[in-house]
């Protein structure tokens, strides 16, 4: 059964203060990983594919890479309008659903 | 990225009534919509797949004369929650699915927060 394990759960981070989002996952056979970005009442909102290990993605302050069994979201210099929801998903080779994880939620003060 | 709208974002009802919720693709044609439910503090779970001119599967335990899903055209998804009742409300949130270049990319509605009463 197809698993994705978010951690930490909440991170609270200064403005400026880099860190990192880890996804675990576990997938028979990887088609692709994906993050999200989730506001409060709000839908997700793409962020990255990731299809292969070894490859990685930039927009902005974020930076994704992917392992064989683990992503990462690097945040560099947060600012506050980065607090939001990280949701990891990953889809099988078996089809398009999206198996999501339970997200990190980010805050990030002045 | 690509738009996908949904409608209503809120809505109340008595329990017994049924509700409609809408999906649609704006600028590109999905063959496959994807149908979630999020509960407070919880993560997105599947309940159905919707393709254009076939019926939606459902993952396991989702009812599906409960949640009747219909996929008339390659922008536009539906569900309806028949006979709802207080358990139903949460927060349903529809994806489209983009194949570009082999890629299958899901881009998500705004969602819809059901409160039934």
């Known amino acids: 059964e197809d698993q994705v394990t978010q951690s930490p759960e909440a991170l609270r981070l200064q403005e400026g203060e880099s860190s990192s989002l880890n996804c675990s996952y576990t997938?028979?056979?990887?088609?692709?990983l994906f993050w999200y970005r989730q506001d409060p009442g709000k839908g997700p909102e793409f962020l990255f594919t990731?299809?292969?290990a070894g490859e990685e993605k930039e927009k902005e302050r974020l930076k994704a890479t992917l392992t064989k069994k683990e992503s990462f979201l690097h945040i560099t210099a947060p600012k506050p309008e980065d607090s939001a929801t990280y949701l990891c998903?990953?889809?099988?080779?078996?089809?398009?659903?999206?198996?999501f994880g339970k997200g990190t939620s980010l805050l990030v003060t002045p | 990225g690509a738009v996908v709208s949904q409608h209503p974002s809120r809505v109340i009802c008595k329990s017994g009534t049924s509700v409609k919720i809408e999906c649609r693709s704006l600028d590109f044609q999905a063959t496959t919509m994807f149908w979630y439910r999020q509960f407070p503090k919880q993560s997105l779970m599947l309940m159905a797949t919707?393709?254009?001119?076939?019926?939606?599967?459902?993952e396991q335990g989702v009812e599906k004369d409960k949640f009747l899903i219909n996929h008339a055209s390659l922008t536009l998804s539906t569900l309806t929650v028949t006979s709802a009742h207080p358990e139903d409300s949460s927060f349903y949130i529809c994806?489209?699915?983009?194949?570009?270049?082999?890629?299958?990319?899901?881009?998500f509605g705004a969602g819809t927060r059901l409160s039934v009463l």
């Open positions: 997938v028979s056979g990887l088609r692709g």
């Open positions: 994806s489209a699915s983009e194949l570009t270049g082999g890629k299958n990319i899901q881009y």
């Open positions: 990731l299809y292969s």
């Open positions: 919707s393709n254009e001119g076939s019926k939606a599967t459902y």
């Open positions: 998903a990953v889809q099988a080779h078996s089809g398009y659903a999206l198996n």
